[in-house]
């Protein structure tokens, strides 16, 4: 399931990942970010997962590089907070080949992330 966090600062598109993760999940995140970047004409995105990627289902990878094709010109920051290293790495190595910056963070680390995501600046 992908749930909005709902204390996250208004300019972000945040998520928490928990359990089976669907197409249908990934629908509902792609409306929230679709009415973001209309509000702020970016996209800043937090996910924080809490279940390995394995929970993820085919039709939900689709729908997630769909999201990122989609508004590729948008992305300004995205951080993945999780406590996978390789999750980590890989999303940092994405910021050398996407437009915007990203970051990944332990999950320790979630206000410190969320605090970039917002604005740019380091805790």
């Not at 990942?17 to 509000?39: M, R, Y």
């Not at 508004?71 to 999750?87: F, G, L, M, Q």
Request: with cysteine; charged share 30%.
């Amino acid at each position: 399931m992908l749930q909005p966090i709902a204390t996250a600062p208004r300019n972000i598109a945040a998520f928490e990942a928990s359990g089976e993760i669907t197409k249908e999940d990934f629908d509902g995140v792609i409306k929230i970010i679709d009415e973001k970047i209309e509000q702020e004409g970016e996209l800043n995105y937090l996910l924080k997962l809490d279940t390995p990627l394995k929970n993820f289902t085919f039709a939900a990878w689709m729908n997630d590089a769909w999201l990122g094709i989609k508004n590729i010109t948008k992305w300004n920051r995205c951080a993945i907070v999780t406590d996978e290293e390789s999750i980590q790495k890989f999303t940092d190595m994405v910021s050398k080949v996407m437009i915007g910056e990203f970051r990944g963070y332990d999950k320790h680390e979630y206000d410190k992330a969320e605090h970039w995501v917002a604005t740019g600046q380091d805790l």
